[in-house]
Nanobody, 113 residues
C-alpha cells in the first residue's frame, strides 16, 4: 500500500506563496503520474494540477501561471509551488497518484489577511 503524505500548508496573506510537498512510500513508479486536487467545505474535490510520466504538466485555469508542479524522483516527492495566492485558493489540498489510486491525507491552505 503506497502512502502519500502532504505537508507545507498553512496561513498566508493574499499575494504570498506556499510550497506543498507530497512524499510517497513504495516504488518510484507510484509518483510517475500525480495530481493535486483541492476541496472547499461542502464541495467536491476539484482538479488543480497534474504531472505526467514524461513531466508534462497541466493546470486548472484558475491556477495557471500562479502554480507550478514539479517532481523529484530521487526523493519520491512532488511539489506544488503556489504564488500570488488569493483568498479563493483557501481549501484543503490533496495529492493523488494515478498509478496506485492513493490519496494523501490533505493539507489546509488558508489565504487571509
Amino acid at each position: 500500500q503506497v502512502q502519500l503524505v502532504e505537508s507545507g500548508g498553512g496561513l498566508v496573506q493574499p499575494g504570498g506563496s506556499l510550497r506543498l510537498s507530497c512524499g510517497a512510500s513504495g516504488s518510484i513508479s507510484s509518483i510517475s503520474f500525480m495530481d493535486w486536487y483541492r476541496q472547499y467545505p461542502g464541495k467536491e474535490r476539484e482538479f488543480v494540477a497534474s504531472i505526467s510520466t514524461t513531466g508534462t504538466t497541466n493546470y486548472a485555469d484558475s491556477v495557471r501561471r500562479r502554480f507550478t508542479l514539479s517532481r523529484d524522483n530521487g526523493k519520491r516527492t512532488v511539489y506544488l509551488q503556489m504564488n500570488s495566492l488569493k483568498p479563493e485558493d483557501t481549501a484543503v489540498y490533496y495529492c493523488h497518484s494515478r498509478v496506485t489510486g492513493s490519496w494523501g491525507q490533505g493539507t489546509q491552505v488558508t489565504v487571509s489577511s
